[in-house]
């Protein structure tokens, strides 16, 4: 199984300031026949279901926020909020699709500071 | 839009099977995949398995021995059995649909719903 492994565990950020959260998978997500990058990103309230964010690692799924951004590439991947939001404190969640089974980082709690 | 619902009994005894139903209104079953995913309370997501409309199956290796899931394209259904449960199979479990788009499926999950906790207890 590939291991996503995320940092930090958890983070406090003040309103209005940048939050990185990072993703790192234990073998490549980068598919050379396509040049794709197999990773999501996901956001997990307090009892919610988590919601899909990004995909193909920097894709924004329709209704997100702009304020979210994936990038990286391999084995490295970032989410970045550039101006958090006070509905932005959740928990956040990287996923791997590369290879069967999908695996989940740990996750990384957001807070404010 | 697709909406997902978990159904099933909340509390499963030991050593018994856990059976859950995943009710999608709102859009088909056909030519999607269909994952369970669960996650201990507190902590992370784990994937259980998917099935295709046709019937397809994939399970997470370190569950195969005790997982079925099952499609009712009729009834725009999918069911999970656990068998032989324990106290470490305590979770919400979720079910949610995987992304397909001109032919080509992926396993980002989209959407999701809302979760059934199961306690497996005595």
């Known amino acids: 199984d590939i291991v996503m492994t995320q940092s930090p565990d958890s983070l406090a950020v003040s309103l209005g300031e940048r939050a990185t959260i990072n993703c790192k998978s234990s073998?490549?997500?980068?598919?050379?026949?396509?040049?794709?990058?197999?990773l999501a990103w996901y956001q997990q309230k307090p009892g919610q279901p988590p919601k899909l964010l990004t995909y193909w690692a920097s894709t924004r799924e329709s209704g997100v926020p702009d304020r979210f951004s994936g990038s990286g590439s391999g084995t490295d991947f970032t989410l970045t909020i550039s101006s958090l939001q006070a509905e932005d404190v959740a928990v956040y969640y990287c996923q791997q699709y590369y290879s069967s089974p999908p695996t989940f980082g740990q996750g990384t709690k957001l807070g404010i500071k | 839009q697709v909406q997902l619902q978990e159904s099933g009994p909340g509390l499963v005894k030991p050593s018994e099977t856990l059976s859950l139903t995943c009710t999608v209104s709102g859009g088909s079953i056909n030519n999607y995949y269909w994952s369970w995913i669960r996650q201990p309370p507190g902590k992370g997501l784990e994937w259980i398995g998917y099935?295709?409309?046709?019937?397809?199956?994939n399970y997470n290796p370190s569950l195969k021995s005790r997982v079925t899931i099952s499609v009712d394209t009729s009834k725009n259904q999918l069911s999970l059995k656990l068998t032989s449960v324990t106290a470490a199979d305590t979770a919400v479990y979720y079910c949610?649909?995987?992304?397909?788009?001109?032919?080509?499926?992926?396993?980002?999950?989209?959407?999701w719903g809302q979760g059934t906790l199961v306690t497996v207890s005595s």
């Open positions: 099935i295709y409309s046709s019937g397809s199956t």
């Open positions: 073998r490549s997500l980068l598919y050379s026949s396509n040049n794709k990058n197999y």
């Open positions: 949610a649909r995987g992304s397909c788009s001109s032919g080509s499926c992926w396993d980002w999950f989209d959407p």
